[in-house]
Antibody, heavy 120, light 108 residues
Framework: QVQLVESGGGVVQPGRSLRLSCVAS????????MYWVRQAPGKGLEWVAV????????HYADSVKGRFTISRDNSKNTLYLQMNSLRAEDTAVYYC?????????????WGQGTLVTVSS | EIVLTQSPGTLSLSPGERAALSCRAS???????LAWYQQKPGQAPRLLIY???SRATGIPDRFSGSGSGTDFTLTISRLEPEDFAVYYC?????????FGPGTKVDIK
């Protein structure tokens, strides 16, 4: 079955960087668009970024544009989120999710999430 | 940016009752790209409905989706105890791929 396992979360100071990873299994990773979605404590879901199946196209929420970079390594079945210049408002659980199509679409499957806390 | 508005914010109902959750978009959304997710406390979201009206794998038939254009509805025909949760709509047709703020269905 489909599994998505996020890692890399933790406590980081404002202005510092962190890289999240999401290892996928149970499907042909290189066939699907992949997402990052976050959820601040007690808040709703916020779409963060999406990457096409081959990495050729990426889109970002305005709140992270210029600071976060989504990437993927199809040879390792792994999705990444490089987060730079972190702010307190980036504190959230970060989920990776598989898209319905090669370019995006509905979020079919979700990982369990990894918590990022930005605090001094 | 397509803004999704969900109503009501909270729905207090009893098991066995019918729930109707609304999702309205600030501009037209292709039905192919409107989805509903369920989230329980401490858990990741789970896909319920995609393409506005198609149930995801393993989703009971008491869940149904309908609508088109800017007005969409998630209906739970008879609430089971495990259905009390938060429900989000989301559009994936146009970047940014926005979520609605959610509707909490709680026990009356």
């Amino acid at each position: 079955q489909v599994q998505l396992v996020e890692s890399g979360g933790g406590v980081v100071q404002p202005g510092r960087s962190l890289r999240l990873s999401c290892v996928a299994s149970g499907f042909t990773f290189s066939d699907y668009g992949m997402y990052w979605v976050r959820q601040a404590p007690g808040k709703g879901l916020e779409w963060v970024a999406v990457i096409w199946y081959d990495g050729s196209n990426k889109h970002y929420a305005d709140s992270v544009k210029g600071r976060f970079t989504i990437s993927r390594d199809n040879s390792k079945n792994t999705l990444y989120l490089q987060m730079n210049s972190l702010r307190a408002e980036d504190t959230a659980v970060y989920y990776c999710a598989r898209g319905q199509f090669s370019v995006a679409g509905t979020l079919l499957d979700w990982g369990q999430g990894t918590l990022v806390t930005v605090s001094s | 940016e397509i803004v999704l508005t969900q109503s009501p914010g909270t729905l207090s109902l009893s098991p066995g009752e019918r729930a109707a959750l609304s999702c309205r978009a600030s501009q037209s959304v292709s039905s192919n790209y409107l989805a509903w997710y369920q989230q329980k406390p401490g858990q990741a979201p789970r896909l319920l409905i995609y393409g506005a009206s198609s149930r995801a794998t393993g989703i009971p038939d008491r869940f149904s989706g309908s609508g088109s254009g800017t007005d969409f509805t998630l209906t739970i025909s008879r609430l089971e105890p495990e259905d009390f949760a938060v429900y989000y709509c989301q559009q994936s047709g146009s970047s940014p791929f926005t979520f609605g703020p959610g509707t909490k269905v709680d026990i009356k």
